[in-house]
């Protein structure tokens, strides 16, 4: 049987109950250490899958280095440390250079530094990120019960418009385009509301692998149902624009679009913070179901 046969999550699980382990599962390892937590997390960026050989390196770097503070932020809490390994093929020094400012840009705004690595030889660029946070109170996918809402920050959908307009190969960009395909290169995490996700959500996750790929991630989790209402999610004016261009249907970059790296997270208190939006409910039962439908669980993933 091969890794394809079963799927990415399967395989997690499979390796989970191989390790017999409970605490598997979120986006973070949550591991006690005096009177807080640690938070653990790593993500490779693997050229060919993660991004092209023309994007800049530099905004690589920065990619590298923000989707593992995703992890720690949907966690409810702050990076403080990175090691960095690295596969290379005999590429010129100047690009690795620049991926190195990038991912120093991307720590000196998050407030957190890398103190380590490794480096091995490849056929192609690989770039492994492991980064420990810390958290008085880290939140995982677990916690949601019936009766909670659902949030999400910031919008939705961007990320995958913007890697379409850097697909399509064209020379030159409208204003919004750019704006588009730098959500795509450069995420900015909202590790500001990491605070509201450890005091107060039952649970939490990034938005990495698309909304209702992660919804039913959480909804696994929880053991509950999950319910997403489209007329509630936060659309970008770039993306409509987009979407009106291109005629495309917003609804689907934002429900499948992936890579936004926002914060979905549940509670049983009412949130009212520019930039986080009420899109849901929780409530017994099991899945996602999107205005009343069962929902899918596709979104993007390796295998």
Not at 105 to 133: H, W
Not at 204 to 233: C, K, N, P, Q, Y
Not at 245 to 256: G, I, T, V
Request: aromatic share 8%; glycine share 12%; hydrophobic share 40%.
């Amino acid at each position: 049987m091969r890794i394809s046969e079963v799927g990415e999550f399967a395989l997690v699980e499979r390796l989970k109950n191989l390790l017999g382990s409970e605490e598997i599962g979120d986006d973070c390892a949550h591991v006690r250490f005096g009177n807080s937590f640690l938070l653990l997390t790593t993500d490779i960026l693997l050229e060919g899958v993660h991004f092209l050989p023309h994007y800049p390196p530099a905004a690589v770097g920065w990619k590298a280095i923000s989707v593992n503070v995703s992890d720690v932020a949907g966690n409810g809490g702050r990076p403080v440390w990175a090691l960095v390994s690295l596969i290379l093929p005999d590429i010129e020094v100047s690009y690795v250079e620049d991926l190195y400012r990038g991912m120093r840009e991307a720590c000196e705004f998050y407030g957190c530094r890398i103190v380590g690595g490794n480096l091995s030889r490849g056929d192609r660029i690989g770039i492994d990120v492991f980064v420990v946070g810390e958290s008085r109170r880290p939140v995982g996918r677990g916690g949601a019960k019936p009766g909670d809402a659902l949030f999400v920050t910031g919008t939705l959908g961007d990320s995958r418009a913007g890697l379409d307009l850097l697909l399509m190969n064209r020379k030159a960009h409208e204003d919004f385009e750019r704006k588009l395909i730098e959500r795509h290169l450069k995420p900015l995490v909202r590790t500001d509301l990491s605070g509201l996700v450890s005091e107060g959500a039952t649970a939490s996750l990034d938005v990495s692998d698309g909304l209702v790929a992660d919804a039913f991630h959480l909804a696994r989790r929880s053991r509950v149902r999950v319910e997403i209402e489209t007329s509630e999610l936060p659309l970008s004016e770039e993306l409509m624009r987009f979407c009106e261009k291109y005629s495309r249907d917003p609804l689907e970059y934002a429900l499948y679009g992936g890579e936004d790296y926002q914060i979905l997270f549940t509670s049983r208190e009412p949130v009212a913070l520019s930039g986080v939006r009420r899109i849901g409910t929780v409530s017994e039962g099991e899945g996602v179901w999107i205005d009343g439908r069962k929902a899918e669980p596709r979104g993007f993933r390796h295998f």
